[in-house]
T-cell receptor
Framework: GAVVSQHPSRVICKSGTSVKIECRSL??????MFWYRQFPKQSLMLMAT?????????EQGVEKDKFLINHASLTLSTLTVTSAHPEDSSFYIC??????????????FGPGTRLTVT | GQNIDQPTEMTATEGAIVQINCTYQ??????LFWYQQHAGEAPTFLSY??LDGLEEKGRFSSFLSRSKGYSYLLLKELQMKDSASYLC??????????WGAGTKLIIKP
């Protein structure tokens, strides 16, 4: 089956620092990757959609200069939280979809990264 | 606007059957998904419906009525490990997933 990994699984950082989260598709090529954020007891909130080799598409209300997304290859996307603040503390989850629009319907989720900003 | 509705919380007894409903209003429809999410973990795929009718997969079944904008997830022979949140998501005309808020299912012995 399709496997997506995320690294790190947990990270604690100080306010004002930057944190990079990696998302890798291990056994398939992911043309499209998605980044979600989930606050406690709330549903997934899509932050951005990234296609390999192009700029990410951010959802309304998500600051693109704060949440930098790079999707440089078909197996790796990174999310960098810049100048992190305590309110950025959340569960960040990536997912990957095989192929382009309409080619495949299922998103495969990574295990998530728990970010705590102190 | 786009909207997915599902109950916030449900309680059921071990060994019993529970049905979790989901209604939706979206711009376009390219399928409906059910995911299971245990606390502190990422969602895992349960089912996908794009045509009307019932899809059965072991103890779990999912039903779709596109004309009614309605789906349900049926869980049989409930086990304690089924305690989790169940997320309903619809893929819209842009092939983006629109997520419901999730239903927290509590299983009691």
């Amino acid at each position: 089956g399709a496997v997506v990994s995320q690294h790190p699984s947990r990270v604690i950082c100080k306010s004002g620092t930057s944190v990079k989260i990696e998302c890798r598709s291990l056994d398939f090529q992911a043309t499209t990757m998605f980044w979600y954020r989930q606050f406690p007891k709330q549903s997934l909130m899509l932050m951005a959609t990234s296609n390999e080799g192009s700029k990410a598409t951010y959802e309304q209300g998500v600051e693109k200069d704060k949440f930098l997304i790079n999707h440089a290859s078909l197996t790796l996307s990174t999310l960098t939280v810049t100048s992190a603040h305590p309110e950025d503390s959340s569960f960040y989850i990536c997912s990957a979809r095989v192929g382009g629009t309409g080619d495949s319907y299922e998103q495969y989720f990574g295990p998530g990264t728990r970010l705590t900003v102190t | 606007g786009q909207n997915i509705d599902q109950p916030t919380e449900m309680t059921a007894t071990e060994g019993a059957i529970v049905q979790i409903n989901c209604t939706y209003q979206t711009s376009g429809f390219n399928g409906l998904f059910w995911y299971q999410q245990h606390a502190g973990e990422a969602p895992t795929f349960l089912s996908y419906n794009v045509l009307d009718g019932l899809e059965e997969k072991g103890r779990f079944s999912s039903f779709l009525s596109r004309s009614k904008g309605y789906s349900y997830l049926l869980l049989k022979e409930l086990q304690m490990k089924d305690s989790a949140s169940y997320l309903c998501a619809v893929m819209d005309s842009n092939y983006q997933l629109i997520w419901g808020a999730g239903t927290k299912l509590i299983i009691k012995p």
